[in-house]
């Protein structure tokens, strides 16, 4: 069985303590490899070799930092189809997915902020009070703590502005899903990428993930995940006040009037909401709907979830696989069965695949109100529920119903319309007529228990700097 080592200094290194964490197909249910299970004397190696290797890193020319992350995007470039693969075994998400969105866009990612390194700039003010410049310094080892849903999309989104404005870094991946973050640290060894900028620990949160969030070198704390874990990694930073930024869950809205074009977006509203069975935090998993066109949408849309291909990941055509472990699988299975028990009435789906591997099926609730935990907790799968709407204010009031406050979709003809919900919606991202449509220089991230922070563009490289003012006064 393959091991999935660190990457520390450059170099592939076993646990120190000599544990490892059996990682699972969830296509099959049965283990596929094993992960290092760290712990905090892997961390305190990790970090000191991120702090050896911090001088000459920051000290390169921003096109040098570049040119690294470039070479770097290069050769994942070369090999989507093989991380591809890994990414598919790994979560169980269909390799079309992994290798026509996914994988591309960590090279995307890696790419960009190549580019922003040579191009990240800061402000000067005069006229004032002397001449004023701000400085832009990295901040030393940061750490990066990517989730198991889309894991290399999310790992580069966090290493690479971090590398790019000057840090070295200390990433842990999910335990869950580590397959691509350790095929990564290995094409950066490959290309001879400079050892101790990027080192990889494994393992679980409370013996990796905490340790590297209070460690007193790690300067700053990049984190997409739970709102839960979000909230401890808040607690545990602040003592220090380190920088974070917390990208956390959602329960996200799609507010479909009846001037839409709604019967050719039918099927991109059933890809917002059941891409990747779900498991991804932009999903749109509150469908509100227009009552004078309710009944037609909600039969299009079920007979558009009714066809949906359900299968092997590496199958051609399959659209859905399994959900990425049995303990998401025993978490959505509970909110269904709470669902019932609120009185939802499920149109399609709600019940466990009779097959190997962890499957479920795609479903269709309505019937729920605003105020029943299935409309207000993030239930992350392969669920969507369905509310009805009689005026654009009851429209807003229901889409902003919840604490979470990361993304929404609006779709209407009306251009007035579309920008005075957009404005009031409580959402760090609006998308109109459209969804998961990404602009890599647009900040991104959420309120309320969405998260802390902005990750994206300038956002990003901002955060991973330290700005320092320079006033000069101006003799006569």
């Not at 369905?386 to 889409?399: C, I, V």
Request: contains cysteine; charged residues 20%.
């Amino acid at each position: 069985m393959q091991k999935l080592h660190h990457w520390i200094d450059g170099q592939a290194q076993p646990p120190r303590s000599g544990g490892w964490l059996e990682v699972f197909d969830p296509c099959t249910a049965q283990p596929h490899a094993q992960v290092a299970r760290g712990d905090a004397e892997d961390v305190e190696a990790a970090v000191a070799a991120a702090a050896r290797a911090f001088p000459a890193w920051s000290a390169l020319r921003n096109s040098d930092r570049a040119a690294w992350l470039e070479k770097l995007a290069v050769a994942l470039e070369s090999r989507i189809d093989t991380f591809a693969r890994a990414e598919s075994l790994d979560g169980g998400k269909p390799f079309a997915l992994a290798r026509d969105v996914e994988i591309p866009r960590a090279v995307s990612n890696l790419r960009f902020f190549a580019h922003a390194a040579t191009q990240f700039a800061s402000e000067s003010h005069h006229g004032e009070a002397g001449l004023n410049y701000t400085l832009r310094p990295p901040l030393g080892v940061v750490a990066t703590i990517s989730p198991w849903n889309l894991p290399l999309y999310l790992f580069t989104w966090k290493i690479a502005p971090a590398l790019a404005a000057g840090n070295t870094v200390v990433a842990k991946p999910s335990e869950v899903t580590p397959l691509t973050a350790t095929m990564l640290g290995e094409l950066a060894a490959e290309i001879g990428f400079p050892n101790g900028v990027l080192n990889i620990v494994h393992g679980l949160g409370p013996e990796v993930g905490e340790p590297l969030v209070t460690h007193p070198q790690v300067r700053a704390v990049s984190f997409t995940g739970s709102t839960a874990v979000g909230k401890r990694i808040a607690s545990l930073a602040a003592p220090a006040l380190k920088k974070v930024s917390l990208e956390l869950g959602g329960k996200n809205p799609s507010l479909v009037f009846a001037d839409s074009d709604w019967r050719a977006q039918t099927d991109t509203l059933v890809r917002s909401a059941f891409q990747n069975s779900g498991q991804i935090c932009l999903c749109g998993s509150r469908l509100l709907i227009e009552r004078s066109i309710y009944a037609d949408f909600r039969d299009a849309l079920v007979e558009r979830v009714r066809n949906l291909q359900i299968g092997d990941p590496m199958a051609e055509g399959t659209q859905l696989g399994p959900l990425v472990s049995q303990a998401h699988l025993d978490k959505v299975m509970a909110c269904l069965q709470r669902a019932r028990e609120e009185g939802g009435r499920f149109l399609y789906g709600g019940n466990r695949i009779d097959r190997a591997g962890w499957f479920v099926e795609p479903t269709v609730i309505e019937g729920l109100g605003p105020d029943c935990a299935s409309n207000r907790e993030e239930i992350f799968g392969p669920v969507v529920t369905l509310q009805a709407f009689d005026t654009e204010a009851q429209a807003l009031a229901l889409a902003n119903a919840s604490d979470y406050g990361l993304s929404a979709s609006l779709w209407t003809r009306d251009l007035d319309r579309a920008h005075r919900l957009s404005a009031q919606l409580r959402a760090g991202i609006v998308w109109v007529n459209t969804w998961l449509m990404r602009d890599l220089r647009t900040p991104f991230g959420g309120v309320g228990s969405s998260g802390l922070g902005r990750e994206g563009g300038a956002e990003a490289m901002r955060f991973f700097t330290e700005p320092k003012n320079v006033c000069l006064a101006l003799l006569p």
